[in-house]
Nanobody
Framework: QVQLVESGGGSVQAGGSLRLSCAAS????????MGWFRQAPGKEREGVAT???????NYANSVKGRFTISKDNAKNTLYLQMNSLKPEDTAMYYC???????????????????WGQGTQVTVSS
């Protein structure tokens, strides 16, 4: 059974930093597109960052220069380093794994993608 478990969320003041982790069990990241998404109350889920099997990274414009996505294949763990946090970064953050394209990333994740349960990030001004 595939399970993705996020951790590292919390409450910080604007300008602070958090590091999110996403650990996988029953699954290997090696041939998947991995990504972080977020959803704020009353808003649609949006993509934050993705990393493909070759390590190519893509970021939403709103987080470029502040967030860094990375992964450790040996540990089956995905990370999101978030610096210079802003109140508008407040949301539930989810990790996801999409193996449907053999490790390549597309604009959206397939319906068959795996999702974690989320970790809350709250940034106060």
């Amino acid at each position: 059974q595939v399970q993705l478990v996020e951790s590292g969320g919390g409450s910080v003041q604007a300008g602070g930093s958090l590091r999110l982790s996403c650990a996988a069990s029953g699954y290997t990241y090696r041939r998947s597109c991995m990504g972080w998404f977020r959803q704020a109350p009353g808003k649609e889920r949006e993509g934050v960052a993705t990393i493909d099997s070759d390590g190519y990274r893509n970021y939403a414009n709103s987080v470029k220069g502040r967030f860094t996505i990375s992964k450790d294949n040996a540990k089956n763990t995905l990370y999101l380093q978030m610096n210079s946090l802003k109140p508008e970064d407040t949301a539930m953050y989810y990790c996801a794994a999409d193996p449907s394209r053999g490790g390549a990333c597309a604009r959206s994740f397939a319906d068959s993608a795996y999702w974690g349960q989320g970790t809350q990030v709250t940034v106060s001004s």
